[in-house]
Nanobody, 123 residues
Framework: QVELVESGGDSVQAGGSLRLTCSTS????????MGWFRQAPGKQREGVAT???????SYADAVKGRFTISKPFRQNTLVLQMNNLKPEDTAMYYC?????????????????WGQGTQVTVSS
């Protein structure tokens, strides 16, 4: 059973915007910490943004002020709005849910993962 399904990845030029969406269930969005991670070729998976069960967001320093994570009310989705994209944002982006309400930045604390959506930013 696929519980997290991402969409919205695309190829854009630097300075552009993209909106990633992760479709899931109300149980997951209302119970667990959720987050967006990314992995570029040859690099480790890294946390981009997380949001607790109670809607408290956190961001990696590299994306602060440019990305916004949200859980639109009653839509059973997780959204990552990405503005002012840079070539270094190029990566596969993954939606994830942890087993707890509070968030960490450790990928190993997240036990549900989507299949990923590719974001490519050209200079």
């Amino acid at each position: 059973q696929v519980e997290l399904v991402e969409s919205g990845g695309d190829s854009v030029q630097a300075g552009g915007s993209l909106r990633l969406t992760c479709s899931t269930s109300a149980f997951i969005t209302n119970t667990y910490c959720m987050g967006w991670f990314r992995q570029a070729p040859g690099k480790q998976r890294e946390g981009v943004a997380t949001i607790t069960r109670d809607w408290f967001p956190s961001y990696a320093d590299a994306v602060k002020g440019r990305f916004t994570i949200s859980k639109p009310f009653r839509q059973n989705t997780l959204v990552l709005q990405m503005n002012n994209l840079k070539p270094e944002d190029t990566a596969m982006y993954y939606c994830a849910a942890s087993g707890t309400a509070d968030c960490t930045w450790f990928a190993t604390d997240f036990n549900k993962w989507g299949q990923g959506t590719q974001v490519t930013v050209s200079s």
